[in-house]
């Protein structure tokens, strides 16, 4: 019984930046939509040569700070008027601008924690593998190359086709990748 191998994806090695960025717009206009470049440094246009799309990000970081403005707020709102009613001063029991300051601070420390661990989640990290870990000269990534991955999920992927794209590139190599 022979054991098929599963292909994660097609990836080719890129000497300049530049080469890189001219393939990715390329095999988006030959219509691959599941592709990933690794570069040692930013690439500005790179994103949206890939189809990077927009993040969640930000929602998950308002929310977060939404949540920690009335969880501080209402702690102290209960504190001082439910739970410990002290008259200080003549002052009503829900003084609200003395509670500014912790309600800001809480406001600040859940939506950085938000970011954190929403950063995280969507990311899928912590990842300590990968499969283009298995390219043979991905450890060049963050050294001085730059590869562009066409995956396997992607509707028009077709091994052989897509390496004779990614070949028409002219990249320095091109490899399977197997999951």
């Not at 080719?12 to 960025?21: S, V, Y």
């Not at 717009?25 to 500005?44: C, M, N, Q, V, W």
């Not at 300590?128 to 730059?146: C, I, T």
């Not at 396997?152 to 091109?174: I, Q, S, Y």
Request: one cysteine or more.
């Amino acid at each position: 019984m022979s054991q098929q191998k599963k292909i994660y994806g097609v990836m080719a090695e890129f000497e300049e930046a530049g080469e890189l960025l001219v393939a990715a717009h390329k095999a988006r206009e030959a219509g691959f939509t599941r592709l990933d470049a690794y570069s040692p440094l930013p690439i500005e246009g790179l994103s949206e040569a890939v189809g990077f799309e927009s993040t969640r990000l930000p929602l998950i970081v308002l929310i977060g700070g939404i949540v920690g403005a009335i969880g501080g707020f209402a702690l102290q709102y209960y504190i001082h008027v439910i739970e410990y009613p002290q008259n200080i001063g003549g002052r009503p029991f829900n003084s609200w601008p003395s509670f500014v300051p912790i309600t800001f601070e809480t406001t600040v420390l859940c939506a950085a924690l938000a970011a954190v661990l929403g950063m995280l989640a969507l990311n899928g990290l912590p990842s300590p593998y990968h499969p283009v870990f298995n390219a043979p000269r991905f450890k060049l990534a963050s050294r001085h190359r730059f590869f562009l991955c066409i995956k396997a999920r992607d509707p028009k992927f077709d091994l052989e086709e897509t390496k004779e794209f990614l070949l028409g590139l002219e990249p320095h190599e091109v490899c399977e990748i197997e999951d």
